[in-house]
Structure formats: structure tokens, C-alpha cells
């Protein structure tokens, strides 16, 4: 397929930290309350991550009932942000608000397939980066608006394949966005570790407070770049700017 209008990576990239920074207010709360249980829930679990000492076996340790409880746990609650935070991103794009309750409801509607989807998605993405990092960015891309799909176009298991009729044409430039942000994360990462190392070292309320900041900004960056290129990918395919989709909306 031949692009007409390009993507606009640059402008992507800058309007998605632009809205973050306007919208922290109201994205962050919604991301900070679920990834602090989860913090709690891992630290009670498995403790502070702590480097192995000299001599001994640097290996992970074995998982147990409890480990894999919150494995599964970290799971299914991380795709239920995932969809809380695609609508309320999408929400702050649009100039709409609704409340906590509705995006909860309409994300456990899709339960099923935002949790096995985004798993496949998750494990195909990873398998992609193990050969050389560049399938892996081009599988994120090639159905980087998944979440919106299901939860926002209320498509369900229908929603990879929207996902892929919008990116067509575009992946390679979703690319360079992808790799944008991810080096813009990259940089905030190595800004706050020192604050997760000192907050540990303080102790565990400290470390987890830490933590679940921390995963809250990422939840939040992530989706409100996911609802740009989405918003984005709908004007360039579908000729329907952010007003007549917010039309859609009740």
C-alpha cells in the first residue's frame, strides 16, 4: 500500500509529551492506585531486589504458589490498566471526561481478549526482539493501537485485526516513533533510579511508593502515545480528526 500524508513521527512524539504533561494531573491517580497494590503485593511476595552477594548463585530463585499467585495477578491487573488508561488517554485527547467506574466497566466488558491478546501480543513482541530488536519494534507497530480497539471501539477478539488495518501503511514510521519513545523512557528511567534505590534503601513504604510512581508515569506516557497514534491513524485512513471522534462518544 502507498502512504499519502505522512505520519508526522516528530509531531507525534512532541504532542504526546505535551498532553502527558497537561493531563498528569488526571492520568497519573488513575495508574498510581492499581500499580501501588501490585508494588505491596510483589514486595510482600518476594521482598527489595537485592543483588546476589560474592560467591553465591546469581540465579533467580524458584517461584512459588504465592510468586506465581502475583505473577498472574501482575498480569491480568496490568492489562486492566492498560484499558483504564487507553480511555482515559483517549478521554484527555478528545476534550471528554468520564468517570473511574466507566472506564473500569467498559475495560472488564473486554476483559478476555485485552488479557490473551495482550499476552500474545506481549510474548510475540518479545520473541520479535530477540532477533535483533527490529522485528520486535515492527510487531508492536504493526498492532501498536490494539488497546483502543478492543476497549474503545468495543471490538473485542476483532481487535488485532483493526489494529493492523490502521497501522497499514504506517508501521515503519510507528517504528521510529516507537524507538523515540522508548529512548525518551529510557532517559527518565536513568533519571528516577536514584530515587527507587534511595527509597529502598529507606524502606519498603518508601520503595514501594517509589515503585508504583514510577509505573504509574510509564502506564500513563504509553498510553496517552498509543491514543495519539490511534486518533492519528484514524485522520490519515479514515479522513475523521479528534472532533468526529469525539462524536462517537457519549
Excluded: N
Excluded at 34 to 53: D, E, I, Q, S
Excluded at 116 to 139: D, H, K, M
Excluded at 151 to 159: H, P
Amino acid at each position: 500500500m502507498t502512504r499519502g500524508e505522512p505520519l508526522g513521527v516528530l509531531d507525534l512524539v512532541g504532542r504526546t509529551l505535551r498532553l502527558f504533561v497537561r493531563s498528569a494531573g488526571f492520568l497519573l491517580p488513575l495508574a498510581f492506585a492499581p500499580a501501588l497494590a501490585l508494588a505491596a503485593v510483589a514486595w510482600a511476595v518476594g521482598g527489595a531486589p537485592t543483588p546476589p552477594a560474592p560467591g553465591d548463585p546469581a540465579g533467580p530463585p524458584a517461584l512459588g504458589a504465592a510468586g506465581l499467585a502475583a505473577v498472574v495477578l501482575d498480569v491480568v491487573v496490568g492489562f486492566v490498566i492498560t484499558g483504564i488508561m487507553c480511555l482515559a488517554a483517549l478521554d484527555a485527547a478528545l476534550g471528554k471526561r468520564h468517570t473511574v467506574r466507566d472506564y473500569l466497566a467498559q475495560t472488564l466488558r473486554r476483559l478476555g481478549p485485552i488479557v490473551v491478546l495482550g499476552i500474545l501480543l506481549s510474548v510475540a513482541t518479545a520473541l520479535g526482539a530477540v532477533l535483533f530488536i527490529v522485528p520486535g519494534l515492527y510487531v508492536a507497530a504493526r498492532w501498536l493501537p490494539w488497546a483502543p480497539a478492543i476497549v474503545f471501539e468495543d471490538l473485542g477478539w476483532a481487535g488485532l485485526g483493526r489494529a493492523q488495518a490502521l497501522t497499514e501503511g504506517y508501521r515503519w514510521p510507528l517504528v521510529g516513533a516507537s524507538v523515540l519513545m522508548g529512548l525518551a523512557m529510557v532517559a527518565l528511567t536513568l533519571l528516577l533510579a536514584p530515587l527507587l534505590f534511595a527509597s529502598a534503601a529507606a524502606g519498603a513504604a518508601f520503595g514501594i511508593l517509589a515503585e508504583a510512581a514510577i509505573s504509574a508515569v510509564y502506564y500513563g506516557l504509553i498510553a496517552v502515545f498509543t491514543a495519539l497514534a490511534y486518533l492519528r491513524l484514524r485522520a490519515l485512513k479514515e479522513g475523521m480528526d479528534a472532533a468526529a471522534v469525539a462524536a462517537t462518544i457519549d
